[in-house]
């Protein structure tokens, strides 16, 4: 990935470099979002914050964004039975995401770009960035989530011919991968023994989900086979990944039309019956 600019990181900046970064940026911050929870045997707790730390800062090198010190908190409430997990309560992780959104904007930014590095987040993001309507923002949220940048890479011809496992959704080829990539000193593999597949132990209820499920394939908080993981496939996973996402920042700093319709919505639900028929029985 061509490196074309430094990378803005919010809490290294003076108070006048950090004003002028704004304004280089677009008023564009981006917020690399992680967890702590365990990732097998063999990979740091923190994973997912650093990679999605470094992807982020790999991308606003080649478009320019502000970038935020990532957040290691999110939705992980179903790996709280193993070591390391900081799982905070939901109301808790609702507000400090918005505060840190309204903080982000009191300080000149209009467009906030979520990133999402965790899987357990992506649903409760959705739901986050929906609930922005509630009320009236000088800002807006946009959320990069995992479909958007990683799966499009991990559905890729390329990456099918390269990978050499089937199951593979934590701590795994791929997220092994690209730990050896960006912290080989942080990555264990005499500690990887084994793969560890789906115990099926909800097969009985396939057309549900629960809060449980992932408790019910896969308890000890590994599924996949990480033996064949490698820096070379790490390396290739990074580089599209952020490429992805560079082209996400790219087309959100050109984005014209959310605020637009962002006004637009408020101002009719203020009045959805329409300013004729305001105020008759």
Not at 154 to 169: F, G, H, P
Not at 249 to 261: E, G, Q, Y
Request: charged share 25%; with cysteine.
């Amino acid at each position: 990935m061509k490196r074309t600019s430094r990378i803005r990181r919010w809490e290294e900046l003076t108070a006048p470099a950090f004003a002028r970064a704004v304004r280089e940026t677009g008023r564009t911050c981006a917020v690399p979002l992680g967890v702590i929870e365990k990732h097998g045997n063999h990979l740091p707790l923190g994973t997912d914050v650093l990679f999605v730390k470094a992807v982020t800062e790999m991308a606003a090198r080649t478009e320019p964004v502000l970038v935020f010190p990532a957040l290691c908190f999110g939705q992980i409430q179903e790996a709280k039975h193993v070591p390391g997990t900081v799982a905070l309560g939901r109301r808790v992780y609702f507000d400090l995401l918005e505060n840190l959104c309204e903080e982000i904007a009191r300080n000149g930014c209009t467009k906030i770009v979520l990133v999402n590095g965790h899987g357990g987040n992506e649903s409760f993001l959705s739901y986050f960035a929906m609930a922005q309507l509630e009320r009236e923002r000088p800002y807006a949220v946009y959320v990069a989530r995992l479909s958007d940048y990683i799966a499009p890479v991990l559905a890729s011809q390329a990456w099918r011919k390269m990978k050499e496992t089937d199951v593979d959704a934590h701590a795994g080829e791929f997220e092994t991968s690209w730990m050896l990539a960006i912290r080989p000193d942080l990555v264990r593999m005499n500690n990887v023994k084994e793969a560890a597949l789906p115990r099926g132990r909800l097969r009985h209820v396939p057309a549900l989900t629960d809060g449980i499920w992932w408790y019910a394939d896969y308890p000890e908080h590994y599924a996949g086979d990480a033996r064949p993981a490698s820096i070379e496939k790490g390396r290739y996973l990074v580089g599209r990944i952020a490429s992805r996402l560079s082209a996400i920042f790219k087309a959100v700093k050109a984005d014209k039309s959310s605020h637009r319709l962002l006004r637009e919505f408020f101002a009719r639900a203020r009045r959805p019956l329409g300013s004729r028929l305001w105020g008759r029985t």
